[in-house]
């Protein structure tokens, strides 16, 4: 077997928190082949994040270029391949996240390996247990050839350890890039002091039954006090009373919290799938029969309007108390 | 603008999943499935008539060809399509499991090598298997550019590109891409306005979801014209990278409790689960 090639993201001097769960996959699938866990940085100061890469992976490669700015599936996926070629990698492993996801498939046929997506358990170099029909059901899957491609789901990998020593730092040229004519335009966020929804400890979600986004100040204010993450199901989204990035899904964000507060959301499977894997599961809705009751550990049937303003100043309480 | 929209059956995502045992362990039990078109499918065949028409007068300045691989039954689904306003359909025939992406974007290549379409348009993953691979791995060798989990498109520079507002974690990134190009489309691209042609007005509101077929296209679409090649006509032979050993359904999480007040529910995450 040859090395495991991490693809990592920094913001800044620091790794994303969501790389910590490629380099942990990516450390069990090197346990299994034998090889080195080589993490790849990319991108304009990309270089910056280095120091931080080599607390986790005994071999860090920078490709830090003006040209490479803003992501791209078309100018990072050939430079992932080429340095998985320079590296001796026979596995590619990514976060399964919106640029993970954009980027490794494009890597895989570039490279003619084949993928497994969004993998929850690594039970070998090549084989691996990932959720299929939206968590209903689970697939082991095992991928032939040299090279392989994986991306791994965050919630289901913990974050990687530090090695006790730094790792060897090299830097790596780009080679040629060609956009095939795609350009960055620009990207629109809402800006939060909240943790981010994919790695929060504790998450509050709202669903259709809250009616409207002025209600969600309700659940903000929850959220605030428990330091959560803001989620909301498909419903709250699609009807425009959250931003759509807070969705928590099959096709949303993959959560698994150590607690899940779920506000006036029903439980549709697809629903379930993002969220089942929290360690504590709460449910408020009205309806005794929401399927929503069947996945919480603690369901409580109650009008939001009713429940959540006595909960916060309970939790108030508690929090003052200590 | 001609458009490709590959599209597949799937189990309805609605009931439930099951499990049988086969030959070589438990396989998920397709005998008594009701398939109907991936609901992401369904919203590019959507985003594809979006893009063509004048909603107004109800012109067409494009074509639409659906694919799909798949048995003598999936014809259905392509019949579907085509009833939505799709104009003909090609399917390869296949059977429904054993094929993985790298079959499938081998299929889409010489399809696309045939039909020469500026804009191959399909949904971001397919809701049985989940593996959100084929869009990208079709713009990797076609060294096409992407635009993945897309949630609206405006057509820019006379037709000629498109720019894609994309859903990622942070918000929403919006890239600009020249045709021929790849799209793989999230939820809400079928929002009232997310494509933008400028061909139908830009202040124009589609309802919300994809169209329903009207009685008028479904006669239509039984008269539409669908090509039927075997994989191997394709000069393809379908060697699977992937391969499913075994499925099993996930552990059940303990039933939980149902608690009478707030101060119980309170009490309980702070003294039971100790999460608060």
């Known amino acids: ?91 590619i492993v990514a976060t399964a996240n919106a640029v993970g996801k954009d980027s490794i498939a494009r890597v895989a046929a570039l490279v003619d390996a084949g993928m497994a997506s969004d993998i929850t358990e690594v039970l070998g170099a090549n084989t691996f247990k990932r959720p299929i029909y939206a968590g209903n059901a689970f697939s082991t899957v095992e991928v032939s050839g040299d090279l392989i491609c994986v991306t791994a789901r965050q919630s289901a990998f913990d974050a990687a350890a530090e090695l006790g020593a730094a790792g060897e730092t090299i830097t790596a040229e780009a080679g040629d890039l060609d956009a095939c004519g795609a350009e960055f335009v620009r990207v629109e966020s809402q800006k939060s002091d ?91 809705n009205k309806d005794p029969e929401a399927p929503i009751f069947q996945v919480a550990d603690y369901g409580l049937v109650a009008k939001w309007e009713d429940a959540l303003p006595a909960l916060t100043e309970a939790i108030a309480k508690i929090k003052a108390a200590g | 603008m001609k458009i490709l929209v590959p599209l597949k059956r799937v189990p309805d995502p609605e009931l439930k999943t099951k499990i049988a045992d086969g030959p070589n362990g438990p396989k998920i039990d397709l005998s008594n499935a009701s398939w109907v078109v991936n609901p992401f499918d ?84 397919a809701v049985d298997n989940d593996s959100n691979q084929v869009a990208q791995m079709l713009a990797g060798k076609l060294s096409q550019p992407q635009a993945t989990f897309a949630a609206s498109i405006e057509c820019v520079d006379d037709g000629k590109a498109l720019v894609v507002g994309r859903e990622v974690d942070a918000g929403v990134e919006y890239k600009k891409v020249p045709l021929p190009a790849v799209v793989s489309v999230d939820l809400r691209i079928v929002a009232p306005k997310s494509v933008i042609n400028h061909i139908t007005p830009d202040d124009h509101e589609y309802s919300d979801g994809p169209r329903y077929a009207s009685l008028k296209g479904i006669m239509k679409a039984k008269k539409k014209p669908m090509d039927v090649k075997a994989l191997g006509d394709l000069g393809i032979e379908s060697a699977p990278r992937v391969v499913e050993q075994a499925v099993e359904l996930p552990t059940q999480r303990a039933a939980g409790q149902i608690v009478d007040s707030v101060d119980t529910l309170v009490d309980k995450l702070h003294n039971e689960a100790k999460v608060i």
Not at chain 1, 5 to 15: D, H, Q, T
Not at chain 1, 16 to 32: D, F, P, V, W, Y
Not at chain 2, 51 to 59: I, K, T
Not at chain 2, 105 to 120: G, I, T
Request: charge should be negative; include cysteine.
């Open chain 2, 42 to 125: 369904e919203y590019a065949v959507e985003t594809a008539l979006r893009l063509v028409e004048n909603a107004d007068d109800g012109s067409r300045d494009g074509e639409i060809i659906v694919l799909t691989l798949g048995p003598e039954d999936a014809a259905q689904q392509l019949r579907t399509a085509l009833a939505m306003g799709a104009d003909r359909a090609i399917r390869i025939d296949t059977a429904d499991t054993d094929i993985d992406s790298h079959t499938v974007v081998a299929a889409l290549m010489k399809v696309v090598a045939d039909e020469s379409p500026d804009l191959v348009l399909l949904g971001k993953q």
């Open chain 1, 194 to 284: 909240r943790p981010d929804l994919n790695d929060a400890d504790i998450v509050v979600s709202g669903g259709r039954g809250m009616r409207e986004g002025e209600n969600f100040k309700v659940l903000e204010k929850l959220a605030d006090l428990l330091g959560a993450a803001m989620g909301a199901s498909r419903a709250a989204t699609d009807a425009g009373m959250v931003p759509a990035d807070w969705q928590v899904g099959q096709t949303g964000k993959i959560v698994a919290p150590n607690l899940y507060i779920a506000v006036a959301i029903s439980g549709a499977i697809q629903h379930l799938a993002g969220m089942k894997g929290s360690k504590t599961i709460v449910a408020i």
């Open chain 1, 1 to 91: 077997m040859g090395n495991v090639l991490a693809f990592c993201e920094n913001s800044g001097s620091e790794l994303r928190s969501s790389s910590l769960a490629c380099l942990s996959a990516a450390n069990q699938i090197a346990g299994h082949g034998g090889g080195d866990v080589v993490a790849l940085l990319v991108g304009k100061g990309a270089g910056e994040a280095a120091a931080a890469a080599a607390k986790y992976a005994k071999k860090v490669v920078v490709v830090d270029d003006d040209r490479l700015e803003h992501y791209l599936a078309e100018t990072y996926a050939p430079v992932i391949a080429k340095i998985a070629g320079e590296q001796g990698a026979s596995c």
